[in-house]
Nanobody, 124 residues
């Protein structure tokens, strides 16, 4: 069973930065592509960024491209989301997610395991 725990959320002024971390369980971490999603009140959950098992390939939503960077450290069983130039519209609960084993990072429907979420609030 894949268990995911997010951390690093908080309150930040517009233009500021945050780094989210997602700690994953166990030795199978490198068999899972990883992703970040977010959900604002009254809106559906949306894709933010994904990263392949090796870390060599990434995919970003147009709304965050050039501002956010996803990365992973397979030795630490951790995935990160560096968020720069934050905007009030980035305010949401951010969720870490993992695919089933050996599923492609760019298959958004393959993300089956989810963390509890961490709140990011960007003030104007």
């Amino acid at each position: 069973q894949v268990q995911l725990v997010e951390s690093g959320g908080g309150l930040v002024p517009a233009g500021g930065s945050l780094r989210l971390s997602c700690a994953a369980s166990g030795r199978t971490f490198s068999t899972h592509a990883m992703g970040w999603f977010r959900q604002a009140p009254g809106k559906e959950r949306e894709f933010v960024a994904t990263i392949s098992r090796s870390g060599d390939n990434t995919l970003y939503a147009d709304s965050v491209k050039g501002r956010f960077t996803i990365s992973r450290d397979n030795g630490k069983y951790t995935v990160y989301l560096q968020m720069n130039s934050l905007k009030p519209e980035d305010t949401a609960v951010y969720y870490c997610a993992a695919t089933g084993p050996y599923r492609r990072y760019d298959n958004i429907g393959a993300y089956d395991y989810w963390g509890q979420g961490t709140q990011v609030t960007v003030s104007s």
